[in-house]
Structures are given as C-alpha cells and as structure tokens.
C-alpha cells in the first residue's frame, strides 16, 4: 500500500504559478510511475503529467506543454508538478497517482491521493 498526499493548491490570477507537491508513505520501496491528473466541474479526469519510476521520462498532456513541469525527488518520496503561465481552464482539482507501469490512463493507477483544487481566476 501507497499513502499519496497532495499539498500545495490555491487561488492564483491568470498568468501565475504555483507548484504541487505529493508526499508519498508507506511501500516506497517499490518504484512506481507517478502522475499528475485533474478534474473539472463536471468533466471527466484527465492526465496532466506522468514521470517514470526513475525520473527519467515524462510526459504532458498537448495543453500544458511548455508550461507545467513534472519532478520527482526519489530520495525524498515526493513529486512537486510546477504550473506557470496559469490560465482559467487550468481550474480543477488535482490529484496524484501511483501506478506499478507507465501508463496516462486513469485505470492504470492504484494509488491515489485526496486532490487539492487549483484555482485560476481571470
């Protein structure tokens, strides 16, 4: 078992950042890719970022390319997702993932956190 905690979300204006971080507890000695998904009002939850068990390899959904940077501290169990350039469709809540493989689907991971809400106002 994983125990994920997210932390870091807020209200910021349009154009601002801020960062996201997931501790992670528990089976940490295992290695697991880690993601970052979101869920709008009334929308499906989608991927946002996923980096590999190694830190090596990441990926971004095509909407917060060159915006969103994914991190992994493998030492310290945590995964820190910089968002800048915050835009009002960048609204929702955000929640981290652990998965046993890579994968961007939301089926694929078993571990997940409680979310925290991002807020991006115009």
């Known amino acids: 078992q994983v125990q994920l905690v997210e932390s870091g979300g807020g209200l910021v204006q349009a154009g601002g950042s801020l960062s996201l971080s997931c501790a992670a507890a528990g089976r940490t000695d295992r290695r697991y890719a880690m993601a970052w998904f979101r869920q709008a009002p009334e929308k499906e939850r989608g991927i946002v970022a996923v980096?590999?068990?190694?830190?090596?390899?990441?990926y971004y959904t095509d909407s917060v390319k060159g915006r969103f940077t994914i991190s992994r501290d493998i030492a310290k169990n945590t995964v820190t997702l910089q968002m800048n350039s915050l835009k009002p469709e960048d609204t929702a809540v955000y929640y981290c993932a652990a998965s046993f493989t890579w994968a961007t689907a939301f089926s694929r991971y078993s571990y997940w956190g409680q979310g925290t809400q991002v807020t991006v106002s115009s």
């Open positions: 980096i590999s068990a190694s830190g090596e390899s990441t």
